[in-house]
Antibody, heavy 119, light 107 residues
Framework: EVQLQQSGAELVKPGASVKLSCKTS????????MSWLKQMPGQNIEWIGN????????GYNQKFKGKATLTVDKSSSTAYMDLSSLTSEDSAVYFC????????????WGQGVMVTVSS | DIQMTQSPHSLSASLGETVSIECLASEGISNYLAWYQQKPGKSPQLLIY???SLQDGVPSRFSGSGSGTQYSLKISNMQPEDEGVYYCQQGYKYPYTFGAGTKLELK
């Protein structure tokens, strides 16, 4: 069974950074891309970027370049996302999601993690 | 970026009714279109991919169609568990983008 388990909720101060994790099981991590997505309360879903589990190759939404950095640890089948210089606009639920090859859809999702930026 | 325009914004349906949700892409996306259902406090779940392929485990009352820039999701025989927000998503070009969502409620 494919599972994506995300780390717990975060409360961080403005200007700080946070590192989110997404531990996977039930499939060959190095054969798939992992995407990260953002959803602000009551809002649309935004795609942040993706990373290939095999070689760590990345692709980013231009909007999130400089804000998000994606990495993987193949030895533990875990994907990470660093968010830097946090502001209130970064308060949201963040999901990791396994991405298919073409036509690029998200077939398995983590449970989501709430990041709250507040002093 | 490719804009995905969903309609309607919300709708309500009676038990057993058939409903349709539309998604219009700002340019052709070659059927690289997926549909998701999201329930409150939960992550989205994949329903349809490649415009009309049903994801494993999804009830057959869900179906997708369309081509070019226009796509639709049909839910036949509305059930209580079908309440939620539905999103379309294009996987044709970076950045992958979603529609704003359609809230479906049971009347």
């Amino acid at each position: 069974e494919v599972q994506l388990q995300q780390s717990g909720a975060e409360l961080v101060k403005p200007g700080a950074s946070v590192k989110l994790s997404c531990k996977t099981s039930g499939y060959t991590f190095s054969n798939y891309y992992m995407s990260w997505l953002k959803q602000m309360p009551g809002q649309n879903i935004e795609w942040i970027g993706n990373i290939y589990g095999g070689n760590g190759g990345t692709g980013y939404n231009q909007k999130f370049k400089g804000k998000a950095t994606l990495t993987v640890d193949k030895s533990s089948s875990t994907a990470y996302m660093d968010l830097s210089s946090l502001t209130s606009e970064d308060s949201a639920v963040y999901f990791c999601a396994r991405m298919s090859g073409r036509p690029h859809y998200f077939d398995y999702w983590g449970q989501g993690v709430m990041v709250t930026v507040s002093s | 970026d490719i804009q995905m325009t969903q309609s309607p914004h919300s709708l309500s349906a009676s038990l057993g009714e058939t409903v349709s949700i539309e998604c219009l892409a700002s340019e052709g996306i070659s059927n690289y279109l997926a549909w998701y259902q999201q329930k409150p406090g939960k992550s989205p779940q994949l329903l349809i991919y490649y415009a009309s392929s049903l994801q494993d485990g999804v009830p057959s009352r869900f179906s997708g169609s369309g081509s070019g820039t226009q796509y639709s999701l049909k839910i036949s025989n509305m059930q209580p568990e079908d309440e939620g927000v539905y999103y379309c998503q294009q996987g044709y070009k970076y950045p992958y983008t979603f529609g704003a969502g359609t809230k479906l409620e049971l009347k």
